[in-house]
T-cell receptor, first 115, second 112 residues
């Protein structure tokens, strides 16, 4: 069955430090891959997506993610974190199941940024 | 360009009542999905509608239902509310699976 794993429930980094959020997926083919961010009490906002081509994708707010087929991973990175990046981050996979597509979300990683 | 609009933003209901939540997708998006989000269970898929037809369904009891109108607006209904139905209900619309979702800000439902 398709699944998405975000192994880190909470991550704390200092402002200005680099960030990497991990995402692993289980799927028979290359799925559509997404990262979303959610601020408290709000909906999710799409940060970036991958479905083919260059395995390093750039997104909004200075985020990037790298698709590694051999590791079934799609990790999110940012070189220098800002206090406003504190939020919850969700990795998602768009996968075909029973002839239709659906999105499968990870359980999220809550990011805390120290001043 | 207007985003996904969910109404109401907040709702307080009593156990046993029923509730209807509304979602207006981005213009041109024919796929509308609903999610329930709680601290304990995370994001759980309720159902997806495409061109007025339910295309996918999550693992929720029959008390949860939805529909989509010809203008792609969608409603979800929860009957016989239980305390455990308290959650943030998110609606998302999509142009295609490769485009990803655009989410609304959600409806915060509290059942007392």
């Amino acid at each position: 069955a398709q699944s998405v794993t975000q192994p880190d429930i909470h991550i704390t980094v200092s402002e200005g430090a680099s960030l990497e959020l991990r995402c692993n997926y289980s799927y028979g083919a290359t799925p559509y891959l997404f990262w979303y961010v959610q601020s408290p009490g709000q909906g999710l906002q799409l940060l970036l997506k991958y479905f083919s081509g260059d395995t390093l994708v750039q997104g909004i707010k200075g985020f990037e993610a790298e698709f590694k087929r051999s590791q079934s991973s799609f990790n999110l990175r940012k070189p220098s974190v800002h206090w406003s990046d504190a939020a919850e981050y969700f990795c998602a996979v768009g996968a075909s199941t029973s002839g239709t597509y659906k999105y499968i979300f990870g359980t999220g990683t809550r990011l805390k940024v120290l001043a | 360009k207007a985003g996904v609009t969910q109404t109401p933003r907040y709702l307080i209901k009593t156990r046993g009542q029923q509730v209807t939540l509304s979602c207006s997708p981005i213009s041109g998006h024919r796929s509308v999905s609903w999610y329930q989000q709680t601290p304990g269970q995370g994001l759980q898929f309720l159902f997806e509608y495409f061109s007025e037809t339910q295309r996918n369904k999550g693992n929720f009891p029959g008390r949860f239902s939805g529909r989509q109108f010809s203008n792609s607006r969608s409603e979800m209904n929860v009957s016989t509310l239980e305390l455990g139905d308290s959650a943030l209900y998110l609606c998302a619309s999509s142009l295609s699976v490769s485009s990803g979702y655009t989410f609304g800000s959600g409806t915060r439902l509290t059942v007392v």
